[in-house]
């Protein structure tokens, strides 16, 4: 492996049937991978899903029990970390508390015998805009400015991957916002493929242009984010990456172009195209954005799906949009994200109201809701009924 | 963060105002604990050490005086025993460095995943001082003598000529030097080794540097304040030891340290002044060299 010279370009990344197992767990079960050089790619998954143990055996500091990873085509699997052409970008940045920031950005340069590497480590601190703090120590840094110089330590390297273990973890929302843009320019610029894990689903769709959804090891779905999002294919990736409304039931009736899913009573039709089964039992759901609220009972329409009526038990002001929470007895709660377009809610907390959605809006999943969707309501609003139950029965009593 | 700043604005002054009288107060016995035990000593030694023969007296009787003479008379009688005192403690602060140091490193990191074994090391690496280190170079000593199984055994292999010895030589003091100091440069070097964040290491190998140069470049850096807190617990003992390098011990009529001298000096030729004056020098060539050392190795920002 060439490291001695910088990467041309981005190179592709190939993880064939990697197992990863640690002493009483398996982090990763037989996992196959294939990101495009050049390519944003960001792993996203909750903690402990095991994306961030496929990146360290990228890096190589990990070695994979069983399975195979190609870089640029070439197997790369017995190599050491040190041996590879990849850089990584570390949850904790990792600067070296005992250099200056330069030495820190010269550091992989130095080590890799490349001409000039002062003034190659300036140009990488231009790009981040923080060469004048150059002379300074790591510790006299904020969280931001870290995250940048470790940015520009990585990058500096052209490596032919470039690996972001959740850099913008530690930031305000505010200066993650401005990194993300920086980032994905940088991606742009330097044209190297960018393999992102993160848990923040937005920062994922933002970012990256195809993101896997990661789950216990294993991948869910794969995909451009807006057809992740439009289109999730299981309940987890409608429930991890957005939010979503999903109702089970029976397929009563199916045409060649939609499907009609009976659940407590409703009739619910999904397009066949954007349905993953069309028999049996299937759960089909709706993104919230996607519902509207009625204050009376909506007209009869084939394209729209309608519920029954419910009661608003939460509403939500955020500023662009206003959250409701509704009620409808044997659906459970749905949610409702509207627009703020006029002025006020347009439902009170309490009123009846009735539901509905375009009927090319739904999808149906493979697989049924998961199991959370069951579970006791943790609500605030339930939480603070049940308290209310508790002392009116106790009053009763006395 | 606006709160800190204005909180912290607010309790600057206060704190001020509070802190005179009272840490004062908290400070004094240990101040007058100084005084009278460190301070006092010191200017009688130096006192001491200027101090001139009685013109009418015995042997063993001296005046206050201003003989800087003194000084003068033990570096010239005496420079052989200084220099070997700093050699020997240089070259045994060096072996105990090299044995202590992977030692520190499997108890402080690799040990890490495994508690128990963790503790259990500690506890070997301190259980020497359960018995009398004069008791333990004692041992040493029967251990090494000519008669002894091991170099009775080295002489049959040929491994050492017949008439050679291992006590009363250079190599069997700083032997018992290192083997004495081991302890004193482990248990810093632990210290700050088993607060190294591994992650730095990874870092490391990430940005293309070997085992080796991780190492040299972070490893080390990283645990200077351990390394130069174990030097210094090693060094300055080491370098005004009596015990291993006394004809009693380890040592020989060619390995007397600056430690024996003195000894001599204060307790068989009742030579105080010139004791004193080897104490003095001792420990300004201590201070000095200790220093230069702590300036050098730059590890203020570390500590």
């Known amino acids: 492996m060439a490291i001695r010279e910088f990467a041309e370009r981005g190179a592709d990344l190939e993880l064939v049937g990697i197992q990863k197992r640690f002493p009483g767990f398996t982090a990763i079960e037989n996992l196959d991978l294939k990101i495009p050089a050049g390519s944003f790619f960001a792993l996203l998954g909750p903690s402990g899903c095991g994306k961030t143990t496929t990146l360290r055996l990228v890096a190589g500091l990990e070695e994979p029990t069983q399975g195979r990873i190609l870089i640029g085509g070439s197997d790369v699997t017995s190599t050491r970390a040190h041996e590879r052409p990849v850089n990584t970008v570390f949850q904790s940045y990792a600067l070296f508390p005992h250099m200056t920031i330069i030495e820190n950005v010269a550091f992989g340069l130095k080590r890799r015998k490349i001409a000039d590497p002062m003034a190659k480590a300036h140009e990488a601190l231009k790009l981040v805009e923080l060469d004048h703090i150059a002379q300074r120590k790591p510790q006299q840094l904020s969280g931001g400015q870290q995250q940048r110089v470790a940015l520009a330590r990585a990058i500096v390297n052209r490596p032919a991957l470039l690996l972001l273990d959740e850099p913008l973890g530690a930031l305000d929302l505010k200066l993650r916002r401005q990194m993300q843009l920086e980032l994905k320019a940088i991606q742009e610029e330097v044209g190297l493929t960018f393999l992102h894990v993160t848990h923040d689903q937005e920062e994922a769709m933002t970012m990256a242009d195809t993101v896997a959804v990661m789950n216990k090891g294993a991948i869910e779905q794969m995909g451009a984010p807006e057809e992740l999002y439009e289109l999730p294919r299981t309940a987890f990736v409608a429930n991890f990456l957005g939010q979503s409304n999903l109702f089970t039931g029976q397929v009563v009736s199916t045409t060649a172009d939609a499907i009609t899913v009976e659940s407590a009573g409703a009739r619910i039709v999904v397009p066949a195209a954007r349905a993953q089964r069309h028999q049996g039992e299937v759960t089909v759901g709706v993104r919230p954005e996607k519902v509207s609220l009625h204050r009376e009972a909506p007209a ?99 | 963060m606006a709160f800190a700043a204005f909180s912290t604005a607010e309790a600057q002054p206060q704190a001020q105002r509070k802190r005179s009288p009272i840490a004062l107060f908290l400070l004094l016995p240990g101040i007058a604990y100084l005084v009278l035990f460190f301070l006092t000593p010191l200017v009688s030694l130096i006192l001491t050490s200027l101090q001139a023969p009685s013109e009418f007296g015995d042997i063993g009787v001296y005046d206050y005086a201003f003989n800087w003479q003194n000084y003068v008379d033990v570096v010239t009688l005496y420079w052989p025993h200084i220099l070997r005192s700093f050699g020997y403690a240089l070259v045994a602060t060096i072996a105990a460095l090299v044995i202590s140091y992977p030692l520190a490193y499997f108890i402080g990191v690799k040990a890490r995943r495994w508690p128990l074994l963790q503790s259990l090391m500690l506890v070997l690496v301190i259980a020497p001082f359960f018995i009398s280190f004069l008791l333990r170079t004692l041992a040493w000593k029967q251990i090494l003598s000519d008669e002894s199984f091991i170099i009775t055994s080295l002489k049959a292999l040929s491994l050492m000529a017949p008439d050679a010895h291992f006590t009363g030589t250079p190599f069997a003091v700083i032997f018992g030097l290192t083997y004495n100091f081991i302890p004193f440069m482990t248990l810093p070097l632990y210290t700050t ?61 060619d390995t007397q340290m600056m430690g024996n001298v003195i000894e001599a000096n204060f307790l068989v030729l009742l030579n105080y002044p010139a004791a004193a004056a080897l104490s003095i020098i001792l420990m300004a060539a201590i201070l000095v060299l200790v220093g230069i050392y702590v300036k050098r190795s730059g590890t203020e920002d570390l500590l």
């Open chain 2, 193 to 253: 080794l088993e607060r190294l964040d591994v992650r730095y290491l990874e870092a490391g190998s990430d940005l293309y540097a070997n085992p080796f140069h991780v190492f040299r470049k972070v490893t080390i850096p990283l645990s200077m304040p351990g390394i130069v807190a174990g030097t210094l617990l090693t060094f300055i003992p080491a370098a005004g030891d009596y015990v291993n390098a006394s004809r009693d011990f380890l040592g020989g009529p």
């Open chain 1, 300 to 398: 009869a329409d084939a394209n729209r799906n309608v519920l029954a009526p419910g009661r608003v038990v939460d509403v939500s002001f955020s500023g662009v949009s206003t959250q409701y929470l509704v009620e409808i007895p044997g659906h459970g709660t749905v949610m409702v994200f509207a627009q703020n377009i006029g002025f006020g809610p347009v439902a009170g907390l309490g009123s009846e109201v009735w539901i509905s959605w375009a009927v090319e809006h739904g999808f149906g999943l493979e697989d049924g809701p998961d199991e959370t969707r069951f579970q006791d309501d943790a609500s605030t609003t339930s939480l603070a009924a049940l308290h209310r139950e508790a002392l009116v029965s106790e009053l009763e009593e006395h």
